[in-house]
């Protein structure tokens, strides 16, 4: 079966550091993707891991253990618009595809 | 360049009726995707295409749903004799053959078809 968990929602200070987690357990692994989500809008892609370890990119990080099946979104210096969804996305091949199985998102509400 | 186009942007119709949604995806992406996103969930995998043709409809709910990408490009999720339970938004994507990049296998959404079904 697919299965990914997340945390429904977290609540962090302007400037501080947060951390996302997520658990998974899919048929089939071919990198795990997070997604950003403001309401009402698309996600859009934050960062892509395909071997363990840790992925920076500016305030944001994320990191993977593939024995574990884990994840977690770092972000940093946090901002009031990184108020939003965001998306835990396991990339699960069949044949020539790479369907994404999505987590329910966990809504990060930044507070002045 | 332009991104992943969707329309109409939200759609109303009563139960029983039919509905298409279109896709235009980003101009050299072959892969295109459709999802369905409820309130308070993520997206939920329907339908992916690799050219023209489906090569995973393993997500679609029943028979009710069907898309089409005659030419490999638009393609248009078809919904017949819809339910309440079909009102979503119905999101698109699209991205490179998935293996050419493995290490940036992104797929770009489009804004979404609010489908409310009364």
């Known amino acids: 079966g697919q299965n990914i968990d997340q945390p429904t929602e977290m609540t962090a200070t302007e400037g501080a550091i947060v951390q996302i987690n997520c658990t998974y357990q899919t048929s089939g692994f071919n990198g795990l993707f997070w997604y950003q989500q403001h309401a009402g809008e698309a996600p859009t892609f934050l960062s892509y891991?395909?071997?363990?370890g840790l992925e920076e990119k500016g305030r944001f990080s994320s990191f993977l253990s593939r024995s574990k099946g884990y994840s977690y979104l770092l972000l940093k210096e946090l901002q009031m618009k990184d108020s939003a969804s965001y998306l835990c996305a396991v990339s699960s091949p069949k044949g020539y595809g790479n369907k994404l199985v999505f987590g329910a998102g966990t809504i990060l509400r930044v507070k002045s | 360049g332009a991104g992943v186009s969707q329309t109409p942007s939200n759609k109303v119709t009563e139960k029983g009726k039919y509905v298409e949604l279109r896709c235009d995806p980003i101009?050299?992406?072959?892969?295109l995707y459709w999802y369905r996103q409820s309130l308070g969930q993520g997206p939920e995998f329907l339908i992916y295409?690799?050219?023209?043709?489906?090569?995973?409809d393993s997500g679609l709910p029943n028979d009710r749903f069907f898309a089409v990408r005659p030419e490999g490009s638009v393609s248009t999720l078809k919904i017949q004799r819809t339910e309440r339970g079909d009102s979503a938004v119905y999101l698109c994507?699209?991205?490179?053959?998935?293996?050419?990049?493995?290490?940036?296998?992104?797929?770009?959404f489009g804004p979404g078809t609010r489908l409310t079904v009364l």
């Open positions: 891991n395909v071997l363990d």
């Open positions: 994507a699209s991205s490179f053959w998935p293996y050419r990049d493995l290490l940036n296998n992104e797929q770009f």
């Open positions: 101009s050299g992406h072959t892969a």
């Open positions: 295409f690799q050219g023209t043709g489906a090569a995973d």
